[in-house]
């Protein structure tokens, strides 16, 4: 359970204390959100996006000192990888979106400039617009000069509790980039491997809680030392998210 669910609970809680016929359809009309969704959030199975929870914080937390050490915490508690909300990640579901997010953490990045979008495989004008929705989403801001400015570092498009269509054509782009990097990238420069094994079906949901773990631990590996000069995708196989040159290689 994350922060923002655990304060959600915690509240709910407290009011249910001082009224024992204080309902959830009572607790979701008073943060103004839908009672069902807000079901789905306290159980783990859905995400509010961020504008809903720092409305959601702002209004649970009235002492302003407080509000600022719960978002601090919740921060430093849930930074590593963020979830995306749904409604959100039906916006910037494309791949290049993340890509896009993950060259801001490269030195002396312009999203504008024509060669960022030669790299992502789009025109300047699907950057344009990738950059908007990504400001109105909250991941990206501006600053008092007009620059844009990373806000969330690591955000996370996967979800532990259902697929979407939008999800399956990211993950199904994301699979095609994949086969052709196996035949397009120098075996140096890429990762593909397998491996075989013999399962128990049950054990299922600790194996993919488990290969979520291992991709997140990767992740905060391969940014631990900073100096950045290129992006990839990991797709259980490794390989340049930026568009290259291919020119076939024999695949080991």
Sequence with gaps: MNTFTQLLVAKFDERSRRN??????????????????LSKVLKGERQFSEGTRLKIMAQLLKDSDELHGFINKREQREGDYLPTAEEDFRQIFAPYHWVLLEMFKLPDFDPEAPAVAAGLGVDQASVRDALQRLLRVGYLGRGDAGEWKLLKPNTSWASAHDTTVERRRLQ??????S???????PFAEREHAMHVVAVSRAR?????????EVREELGRFFQEEGDFDDVYILQLSLFPALAQQETPCESP
Aim: no cysteine.
């Design 20 to 37: 024992s016929s204080y309902s959830l359809r009572a607790f979701a009309a008073s943060l103004g959100v839908d009672q069902s969704t």
């Design 172 to 177: 199904a782009e994301v699979l095609a980039r």
């Design 204 to 212: 299922l949901p600790e194996f993919k809680r488990r290969l979520t």
């Design 179 to 185: 086969q052709r990097a196996l035949e397009g990238v």
